[in-house]
T-cell receptor
Framework: GENVEQHPSTLSVQEGDSAVIKCTYSDSASNYFPWYKQELGKGPQLIIDIRSNVGEKKDQRIAVTLNKTAKHFSLHITETQPEDSAVYFC???????????FGRGTSLIVHP | DVKVTQSSRYLVKRTGEKVFLECVQD?????MFWYRQDPGLGLRLIYFSYDVKMKEKGDIPEGYSVSREKKERFSLILESASTNQTSMYLC????????????FGSGTRLTVV
């Protein structure tokens, strides 16, 4: 089955810096890659996703890149703010069931 | 907005009790899921369902069962709760097709003593 590795497990940055979270996946058939943000005391919330026919997608301060050849994808957050502090999960899924396999999460801490 | 509502935020149960965790979604989604979340282990899939009365085992189904009698409701059952089932339980729902992101509930923190 699919295996998703996520790094780092913890990321500490100063407000205004950029943050990058990286994930690799094992199943070359995976074609949908969502990212979720989980704030303290809440369930994960979808913040951005990318499909395998696209190399990059942006939404304001967040962007996701996908390298199908290397089977890795990354989340980039620019101009970080304290409210970006949360746990971020990547996931990979494929056609048929589209059941996602999640990475283990990255705890992002943005220091004011 | 799509809502996924979990009936309890916190639960404390005794070892050996039968425990029901309820989840309701309001967007007519076909798929519903139960995950447990533990520090360092991420989100692990317990069971999921494609439709009413349908259920499929996830990665860690042992000690759990589920029920889906109506499309909007998906229940997780711990037949005989044990201390190693102390965890955060998250319900999610989503569309069946095209690989869209899922909507999660706020979670139920279950403590088994």
């Amino acid at each position: 089955g699919e295996n998703v590795e996520q790094h780092p497990s913890t990321l500490s940055v100063q407000e205004g810096d950029s943050a990058v979270i990286k994930c690799t996946y094992s199943d070359s058939a995976s074609n949908y890659f969502p990212w979720y943000k989980q704030e303290l005391g809440k369930g994960p919330q979808l913040i951005i996703d990318i499909r395998s026919n696209v190399g990059e997608k942006k939404d304001q301060r967040i962007a996701v890149t996908l390298n199908k050849t290397a089977k890795h994808f990354s989340l980039h957050i620019t101009e970080t703010q304290p409210e970006d502090s949360a746990v971020y999960f990547c996931a990979a899924s494929k056609g048929g069931s589209y059941i996602p396999t999640f990475g283990r999460g990255t705890s992002l801490i943005v220091h004011p | 907005d799509v809502k996924v509502t979990q009936s309890s935020r916190y639960l404390v149960k005794r070892t050996g009790e039968k425990v029901f965790l309820e989840c309701v979604q309001d967007m007519d989604h076909e798929n519903m899921f139960w995950y447990r979340q533990d520090p360092g282990l991420g989100l692990r899939l317990i069971y999921f369902s494609y439709d009413v009365k349908m259920k499929e085992k996830g990665d860690i189904p042992e000690g759990y069962s589920v029920s889906r009698e109506k499309k909007e409701r998906f229940s997780l059952i711990l037949e005989s709760a044990s201390t190693n089932q102390t965890s955060m339980y998250l319900c999610a729902s989503g569309r069946l097709d095209e690989g869209y992101g899922y909507t999660f509930g706020s979670g139920t923190r279950l403590t088994v003593v």
